[in-house]
């Protein structure tokens, strides 16, 4: 296949308040031993990245080196490296967050806890992104992407979407109870109300705004609260469940939807943390409120390979369809701010070559 030798790339300027993207022209990487070179199609706009072009995080206490973001790619492999087996020319390929692990550690060899390996490199942060038309990535950790889901659709599951389930199953919520979702109409937040009704579970989604609102009941929540219009989101879901949800997945970046979360749960109730805004403050109840309820305060990250193969099951069975707000390299900006403003329903995708 001809391989040019320079490409498009979304490159961030001055990470931070001000930080943005501007389209410059790269050089195309080549794959090492152990890498394949991936023509990317389709690339998701998490709000990961928004937090990492805005600079909300610092440097993670990671050696940060990647100038591209984007972590949600999808394309078709056009060079493997010689000690590649998984990957053919021709394969589709998807890159996730953890782009790599070691492979030999403790957590990568106890088979659930991979997310951990501190050799670990992140898309976007410790290895360059998927806002490009070419990428090199791990033969042995990028994800085979199944027929049936396209490479658009496909993007958004990689890491909103394997996020949101593996969160619900961190959740612990059974088939037929009740779990919440602050931020139910973003791009995590939409693709849980979808996996928590293929999984039996009942929603009660919150967000902002109207076109958030009909998005979510559409999508098969049952109750749909505007937290920008609602006074007492906690007498509401105790009204509607009698003694509050069995769940809560954050994925709202908001403090104000972590400080609110456990005042929503029924004993032994579980708050899943998904969701990572820039303000330092603890996520939980007061110890009364923890002690008399018996609740429990879970972290989730991202997803093990395992998780992603069984993700993206969903859907190529159907159960769950990504809603996309498509646009190009030129649109990351807009789609920034729209993000920040809380005015952007679903997922958007990033045509790379449009
Ligand atoms: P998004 O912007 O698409 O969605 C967030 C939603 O939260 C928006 O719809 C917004 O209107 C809503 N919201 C804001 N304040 C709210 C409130 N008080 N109550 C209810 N809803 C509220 O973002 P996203 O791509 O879904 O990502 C969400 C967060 O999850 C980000 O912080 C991101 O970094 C994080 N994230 C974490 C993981 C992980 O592994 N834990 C993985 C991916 C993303
Ligand atoms: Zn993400």
Known sequence: MGIP????????????????????????????????????????????????????????????????????????????????????????AGIKWVADTCGNCEFCTNGVDELHCARQHNSGATTEGTFQQYVTTSGRYATKVPDGVSDEEAGPILCGGVTAYTALKRSEVKPGQWVVLPGAGGGLGHLAIQYAKAMGMRVIAIDGGNEKGELCKKLGAEVYIDFLAEKDIAAKV????????????????????????????RPRGTVVCVGLPKDDFRAGGTPMQMVLKKLNVVGSVTATMK??????????????????????????????????AGQLPGRAVIDLWA
Request: glycine residues 10%; charged residues 25%.
């Open 5 to 92: 030798q320079t490409q498009r790339a979304a490159v961030v300027e001055q990470p931070g308040p001000d930080g943005k993207c501007v389209i410059k022209e790269i050089p195309v990487p080549v794959p090492n031993d152990d890498e394949i070179l991936v023509k990317l199609s389709w690339s998701g706009l998490c709000h990961t990245d928004v937090h990492l072009i805005k600079g909300d995080w610092g440097n993670m206490g990671l050696n940060m080196t990647a100038k591209v973001s984007g972590h949600e790619g999808v394309g078709v492999v056009v060079s493997v490296g010689k000690n590649v087996k998984r990957f053919q020319v021709g394969d589709r």
């Open 238 to 265: 105790m009204e509607l469940t009698m003694y509050g949800a069995h769940g809560v997945v954050v994925t709202a970046a908001s403090r104000a939807a972590y400080e609110m979360a456990p005042n929503l749960l």
């Open 307 to 340: 998780d992603v193969d069984e993700a993206l099951e969903f859907t190529a069975r159907g159960l769950v369809k990504p809603i996309l707000v498509k646009g190009t390299m030129d649109d990351i900006n807009s789609f920034v701010e729209k993000m920040l």
